[in-house]
């Protein structure tokens, strides 16, 4: 993999920008992008499947609209869900990792976003049907033909990481964590990314702590407070420094078109929380104190 670094820890999330979400208009969608490349988040986030796979056809266009040199930003796209919408043939929703379908997909994604490379390509989903020599093909192929940088993988378990490994280098994994959904500093999973220098990825990195009401919610808020008249920031900037502390370097995908809270993303990238506080949260979250 390139550096890392070259990725900005905080990367956009695209998916409701478009006809899943907010449907912005080109103009408003390449001024967006044009905002987070100022506040420092040069890496945006993709699915061939977001919007019906509309999504990377709208930002490719306000790409270009934005005037934005294609070497300041990095692009990261998915392949590999097959969703039943008007413009496929699908019957069924399923996954598909043949060699010609993961190609063609990227194929399709570059036209779309109307670009020459992706930065980064990943599997969205495993499937119980994939095989590492079919991916470990296309993949070659993809890099010889100088359309992939790096390559990765979303949603993955280590031994399901493990095995596209065993064909060619994984070096990402996106993956659902935050506060409210830690299961993945217990299951091996960033364990996996630091031992093998993956880039670690979460997606939803607010976790269900502005969407949802109840016990976890209550003790969560009130060590919040606690904690923004400490360090005198918002509760986001907390969930997402809170994150970040962890030694796998996590990147937030953060998925808002807000730009306060892009805004307070960023920021976020600057706090560093004491190693007590970070337990608070933690044990709040879990309802329990540590073992």
């Not at 993999?1 to 990367?11: A, G, L």
């Not at 949802?212 to 060590?223: A, D, T």
């Amino acid at each position: 993999m390139k550096n890392r670094d070259s990725y900005s820890r905080i990367i956009a999330g695209t998916m409701t920008w478009g006809s899943w979400g907010k449907s912005l208009s080109t103009p408003e969608m390449a001024g967006l992008i044009n905002y987070c490349l100022e506040l420092g988040i040069s890496t945006f986030d993709h699915a061939d499947i977001y919007g019906g796979y509309t999504n990377e056809a709208d930002f490719g266009k306000a790409l270009k609209e934005s005037g934005i040199a294609r070497d300041q930003i990095q692009l990261i796209s998915k392949c590999g869900i097959q969703l039943v919408v008007e413009n496929r043939e699908n019957k069924v929703n399923h996954y598909q990792y043949d060699e010609d379908y993961i190609v063609g997909s990227v194929e399709q994604s570059l036209t779309h976003l109307q670009t020459d490379h992706l930065d980064l390509l990943l599997l969205h989903r495993p499937s119980p049907l994939m095989h590492p020599e079919a991916v470990t093909n296309a993949i070659k192929k993809l890099r010889k033909d100088g359309k992939i940088r790096d390559f990765g993988v979303s949603n993955f378990t280590p031994s399901q990481v493990a095995l596209i490994a065993s064909g060619t280098e994984v070096q990402a994994n996106q993956i659902e964590c935050s506060l409210t959904q830690h299961k993945a500093f217990y299951n091996g999973i960033l364990d996996d990314g630091i031992i093998n220098k993956r880039m670690m990825m979460a997606w939803s990195p607010l976790g269900s702590y502005f969407r949802k009401k109840g016990k976890k919610h209550k003790r969560i808020k009130k060590v919040l407070k606690k904690l923004k008249k400490k360090y005198q920031v918002t509760a986001m900037e907390l969930l997402l420094a809170w994150l970040m502390t962890h030694p796998a370097g996590i990147h937030p995908v953060v998925g808002t078109t807000t730009k306060e809270r892009l805004a307070l993303s960023v920021k976020a990238s600057d706090l560093l929380l004491d190693t007590q506080d970070w337990f608070r949260l933690l044990i709040a979250s879990q309802g329990h104190d540590v073992p």
